[in-house]
């Protein structure tokens, strides 16, 4: 009885932290670019005549436009992979094919044709 109450204790736990586990929310941090925005914006709201904020406020636009680019690329570049692996793949199945294609039965021959006289 002892054995079977520690069972049904520790399927009660692990059922109580699966379903835990499932319902809480994911929460991402939020990414550091836009953490640097949101400060400078404010801090600029309060200062707005502070040079090194409106400078700041320049490098951060810049490098939020650069690391935008800079994602584009490289999911361009991942596109283009993709697309010639896939080419690559299907040039290699094309080769594959032609090993593994039959061989060709060879022709019977024709039972000669008897001959017509007087044709």
Partial sequence: ?????????ALLAASVSVA???????QTPPAPAAQGDASV???????????GLQN????????EAKAAAKRAEAKE??????KEERKEERKKDRK????????????????????????
């Fill in 1 to 9: 009885m002892n054995k079977l109450s520690y069972l049904a204790a």
């Fill in 20 to 26: 835990h586990a499932q319902t809480a929310p994911a």
């Fill in 41 to 51: 914006d404010k801090n600029l709201n309060k200062n707005p005549d502070n040079k």
């Fill in 56 to 63: 700041a406020d320049q490098k951060v636009e810049a490098n």
């Fill in 77 to 82: 570049e991942r596109k283009e992979e993709r």
């Fill in 96 to 119: 594959e094919d032609k090993h593994e294609r039959m061989e060709r039965h060879e022709k019977m021959e024709r039972p000669a044709k008897p001959e017509h006289p007087g044709r």
